[in-house]
């Protein structure tokens, strides 16, 4: 099992634009999150899906969509990227119940 | 919500050194983990202990659910053992998301 993906691993945005992070789970995890780190802190929850099609915010939404058509996916996409969206965006699943597994992270920077 | 308060935050040791890492939160959970940061960002999934005592290795964890904290030690640290660790609790909602401490930075030294 290759777990928790996330592409890509890096990458650099200009204000205003967008792009859609990737994040796949080969462990048929019907839970899925999306996470960001800001420096020196720990994570928080951006948005959360309990299975395919259902999708709900987490406590720093703002800026930020999802979408769910498939139990394996589950991508994150920024509209009109600002610089407070200068983040690590870390992708997690998990099984019901049971420990969350993450994945490597992709470290955005919007300048 | 419910509070997660780490102890304590900063840390520094020699190599061969004992510690524990303590992890306070303020309402019952249903999910306890604790994790390791490494130097290069990656989070490392060490304990899933939402009550009880596990061990692996040098490392071994006790989550007290009616107290509310849990504690992590790490014995005859090593250099590699560098970097910040993470406790993280869930609660019955927002699909048992984890709501992350600020972590405990820990440098080792040779």
């Known amino acids: 099992n290759a777990g928790v993906t996330q592409t890509p691993k890096f990458r650099i945005l200009k204000i205003g634009q967008s792009m859609t992070l990737q994040c796949a789970q080969d462990?048929?995890?019907?839970?899925m999150y999306w996470y960001r780190q800001d420096p020196g802190m720990g994570l928080k929850l951006i948005y959360y899906?309990?299975?395919?099609?259902?999708?709900d915010k987490g406590e720093v939404p703002n800026g930020y969509n999802v979408s769910r058509s498939t139990t394996e996916d589950f991508p994150l996409r920024l509209e009109l990227a600002a610089p407070s969206q200068t983040s690590v965006y870390f992708c997690a699943s998990r099984d019901r119940p049971g420990e969350q597994y993450f994945g490597p992270g992709t470290r955005l920077t919007v300048t | 919500g419910i509070q997660v308060e780490q102890s304590p935050p900063d840390l520094i040791l020699q190599e061969g050194a004992n510690s524990t890492l303590r992890c306070n939160f303020s309402?019952?959970?249903?999910?306890l983990q604790w994790f390791h940061q490494n130097p290069w960002g990656q989070l490392i999934n060490l304990f899933y202990?939402?009550?009880g005592t596990k061990q692996n290795g040098r490392l071994s964890a006790t989550t007290v659910a009616t107290e509310r904290y849990s504690l992590l030690y790490i014995s005859s640290s090593q250099t590699t053992d560098s970097g910040v660790y993470f406790c993280a609790v869930g609660v019955n909602q927002a699909g048992t998301a984890l709501i992350f401490g600020k972590g405990t930075t820990l440098s080792v030294s040779s």
């Open positions: 462990m048929n995890h019907n839970y």
């Open positions: 309402d019952s959970v249903n999910n």
């Open positions: 202990i939402p009550s």
């Open positions: 899906s309990v299975g395919a099609g259902i999708t």
